[in-house]
T-cell receptor, first 117, second 113 residues
């Protein structure tokens, strides 16, 4: 119930195209869904996040779409650029059974995005 | 730069040894989290501290322990190291215990030979 499933594992997109990464979760106690971007040799960097009372959030070229009933959320990168090539992680946070998950982020397995020039 | 610092950047040691990883949170952040990143397990939550007290525990091995000091920096101690402990260890911090935004440090790469 604590898992977050992410797909695809890898994604190749041409410059200017749209990159779409999907995540699904089971635990309905999750109430915060961030996306992180990680470059090789660096720590994950918070990119954009959404709460389940909102169906979409946009920041620049990055958009999160959230479907509460389906327990799915996705990251859309518009006008993808070679500089966007990185590993992207979705995550979820919320109170778990017995209150033991307080503050914990549960991550998806990651998507390696390659944007070709 | 997230403002979270971690030392050392790299650590190479032998099986059976003990190491200490250090983390300084962003200025003003009271909560510190430790995560392990490996190829087969991905990013896994280990433990959370808030203002010096343990707040949440993940799948942290008994050989691992952590603490947060009065100046809010945190240390992760790994003992009786095994080959499988080789991984990237990240520290993250947030303003408060339940605050959503967590900011990650650059990590410590641990190699156990």
């Amino acid at each position: 119930q604590q898992q977050v499933k992410q797909s695809p594992q890898s994604l190749i997109v041409q410059k200017g195209g749209i990159s779409i990464i999907n995540c699904a979760y089971e635990n309905t106690a999750f109430d915060y869904f961030p996306w992180y971007q990680q470059f090789p040799g660096k720590g994950p960097a918070l990119l954009i996040a959404i709460r389940p009372d909102v169906s979409e959030k946009k920041e620049g070229r990055f958009t999160i779409s959230f479907n509460k009933s389906a327990k799915q959320f996705s990251l859309h990168i518009m006008d993808s650029q070679p500089g966007d090539s990185a590993t992207y992680f979705c995550a979820a946070k919320g109170e778990g059974a017995g209150g033991t998950s307080y503050g914990k982020l549960t991550f998806g397995q990651g998507t390696i995005l390659t944007v070709h020039p | 730069d997230s403002g979270v610092t971690q030392t050392p950047k790299h650590l190479i040691t032998a099986t059976g040894q003990r190491v200490t990883l250090r983390c300084s949170p962003r200025s003003g952040d009271l909560s510190v989290y430790w995560y392990q990143q490996s190829l087969d397990q991905g990013l896994q939550f280990l433990i959370q501290y808030y203002n010096g007290e343990e707040r949440a525990k993940g799948n942290i091995l008994e050989r691992f322990s952590a603490q947060q000091f009065p100046d809010l920096h945190s240390e992760l101690n790994l003992s009786s190291l095994e080959l499988g402990d080789s991984a990237l260890y990240f520290c993250a911090s947030s303003v408060a215990a339940g605050y959503n935004e967590q900011f990650f440090g650059p990590g410590t790469r641990l190699t156990v030979l």
